[in-house]
């Protein structure tokens, strides 16, 4: 299997809140295509809270939802017991589809076990605090090349002001 990478796609509002009560803590358009851009045609992963907010797969991405429950199916996505399956099937995927990473889109426990695998975090910082009751684990800066992409601010379509960034990992210092 070729080097296929590793991506974390999500917003963050400044307090670290990602969603409330199973669904996103804000409204704002520019985000959404933001997300639509960065992950359009690459494999997605995601728990299944997540699947079942979003209420369908998405298209033009092959949709990997990673379960415990035995029961659980859903017509157009595959399911994965484990986060290293899931990972294993969206590298097959991307390879079979000629993308050069897979995408995790969620939820916190997701992004928590896969954040030190990442190669990149497409970031959306939403300028809010909001209550919420998911959070996205701390970003080691020291870690990350950080690059801004672009912004949208705060109007009829967009609750809140937010910035886009691109965080791609830093290689790895030898050890002394």
């Not at 033009?60 to 659980?72: L, P």
């Not at 080691?140 to 090349?145: I, T």
């Not at 009829?156 to 210092?173: A, G, T, V």
Request: net charge negative; proline share 4%.
């Amino acid at each position: 299997m070729t080097d296929i990478s590793l991506s974390l796609a999500v917003a963050v509002a400044r307090n670290g809140v990602i969603g409330v009560d199973g669904d996103l803590a804000w409204r704002i358009s520019d985000d959404l295509k933001w997300f639509k851009s960065v992950t359009m045609g690459k494999p997605i992963i995601m728990g299944r809270k997540t699947f079942n907010s979003i209420g369908r797969p998405l298209p033009g991405r092959d949709n990997i939802v990673i379960t415990r429950a035995t029961g659980f199916s859903a017509e157009g996505v595959f399911i994965s017991r484990s986060i290293d399956a899931a990972l294993h099937l969206g590298r097959e995927c991307a390879e079979a589809v000629g993308a050069e990473e897979c995408c995790v889109i969620g939820g916190a426990e997701i992004y928590a076990q896969t954040i030190n695998l990442a190669d990149r975090i497409y970031l959306t910082e939403v300028d809010a605090d909001v209550e919420g009751d998911a959070f996205f684990p701390t970003i080691d800066s020291s870690q990350w090349n950080r690059r801004l992409h672009s912004s949208c601010e705060k109007g009829p379509k967009n609750q809140y002001s937010c910035e886009f960034f691109i965080l791609d990992r830093l290689p790895m210092k030898p050890a002394k």
